[in-house]
């Protein structure tokens, strides 16, 4: 949890805003199917619904009041994985530091699956 103050008091953000923020955005860019899922039963990656796109994401709070955070995500067949990736990282940057005034420290993604068709 991250807390940030001000005059008026202070305002404590849980990191189920943080995995709702961060998997929309990712999930919003162009090549991404969705957020992907570690099946316990299989040990497969599985897509994840659009309500679910959270449990694709963990979000890793440091002292200094920053954060880092891992995206586990199913691609389209076909797209450059390198912009793809790069895309996501600026896109996610971008929107969590506008929405929670929160500065990111790293952004890695992760490709799970590749989604043919």
Not at 10 to 16: D, E, G, M, P, T
Not at 56 to 66: N, P, R, S, Y
Not at 102 to 107: C, L, S
Request: charged share 20%; proline share 0%; glycine share 8%.
């Amino acid at each position: 949890m991250i807390h940030h103050n001000n005059e008026n008091g202070s305002v404590n953000v849980s990191s189920a805003v943080y995995t709702e923020i961060v998997g929309t955005a990712a999930a919003n860019c162009f090549g991404v199917k969705g957020m992907a899922a570690r099946s316990v039963t299989d040990g497969l990656f599985h897509l994840l619904r659009k309500e679910s796109v959270g449990k694709g994401v963990k979000v890793e709070f440091h002292e200094d009041d920053t954060i880092s955070i891992d995206l586990h995500i199913v691609v389209d067949n076909g797209v450059n994985l390198n912009a793809v990736a790069s895309s996501i990282i600026s896109e996610v940057r971008y929107v969590v530091t506008k929405c929670t005034g929160t500065q990111v420290r790293a952004v890695n993604v992760y490709i799970d699956s590749m989604m043919i068709g």
